[in-house]
């Protein structure tokens, strides 16, 4: 039972573009969300997150905008730099008293390639 | 300031083997959790210590045990491998409860 889902398995865009990652979820109970970037033979860098009690977050080049009707939340990167060619994932957790609460559940990830 | 420090990073073991990974959290975290992450799939959580104890478990069988020492170093154990154990495995640590997760590079274990 998959219940964070990245159903791109890669994304490829040019240097100065916006990218766009994707990531539905189907558990009700998780209200926090996370994204991780992820490097070859290194560990998930935490990037940015998002309680489900707002709707948008924004760091940097980094927004993440989450729909709770849809289950949907997407990390958009503006502009995308080469430097950001990784892999990304999107991870979800549960509130304090839930059994979930501390375990992140991850999607798939998505491979986003930044062109020059 | 080190961060999570896992070891090895690379290990080779026979089917039906017994093996054991090793994390030291970073400085300031006492909860330590571990993933394993199959090629092409993200990581999936095996189970987390605070407390010396083990506080939740993934969908995991019981040959993958665990232990956490009172310096808040943890170990993951797993009995008769599998060739499907071939994995990444990722330890996480955070500040107690919360979501300050920081990860360690992995050990790439491959059963043969």
């Known amino acids: 039972d998959q219940q964070v889902k990245q159903n791109s398995p890669s994304l490829s865009v040019q240097e100065g573009r916006i990218s766009i990652l994707n990531c539905d979820y189907t558990?009700?109970?998780?209200?926090?969300f996370l994204w991780y970037k992820k490097y070859p033979a290194e560990g998930p860098t935490f990037l940015i997150s998002?309680?489900?009690?707002?709707d948008k977050n924004e760091d940097g080049r980094f927004t993440v905008f989450l729909n709770k009707s849809a289950k949907h939340l997407s990390l958009h990167i503006v502009p995308s730099q080469p430097g950001d060619s990784a892999v990304y994932f999107c991870?979800?957790?549960?509130?304090?008293?839930?059994?979930?609460?501390?375990?992140?559940?991850f999607g798939q990830g998505t491979i986003l390639t930044v062109h020059p | 300031d080190a961060g999570v420090t896992q070891s090895p990073t690379h290990l080779i073991k026979t089917r039906g083997q017994q093996v054991t990974l090793r994390c030291s959290p970073k400085?300031?975290?006492?909860?330590v959790s571990w993933y394993q992450q199959a090629l092409g799939q993200g990581p999936q959580f095996i189970f987390q210590?605070?407390?010396?104890?083990?506080?939740q478990r993934g969908n995991f069988p019981d040959r993958f045990s665990g232990h956490q020492f009172p310096n808040y170093s943890s170990e993951l154990n797993v009995n008769a491998l599998l060739l499907g154990d071939s994995a990444l495995y990722l330890c996480?640590?955070?500040?107690?409860?919360?979501?300050?997760?920081?990860f360690g590079s992995g050990t790439r274990l491959t059963v043969v």
């Open positions: 996480a640590s955070s500040p107690g409860y919360g979501y300050g997760y920081t």
């Open positions: 558990n009700s109970m998780f209200d926090y």
């Open positions: 998002i309680s489900s009690i707002k």
């Open positions: 991870a979800a957790s549960a509130p304090a008293g839930g059994t979930s609460y501390g375990k992140l559940t």
């Open positions: 400085s300031g975290h006492d909860t």
């Open positions: 210590y605070y407390e010396e104890e083990e506080r």
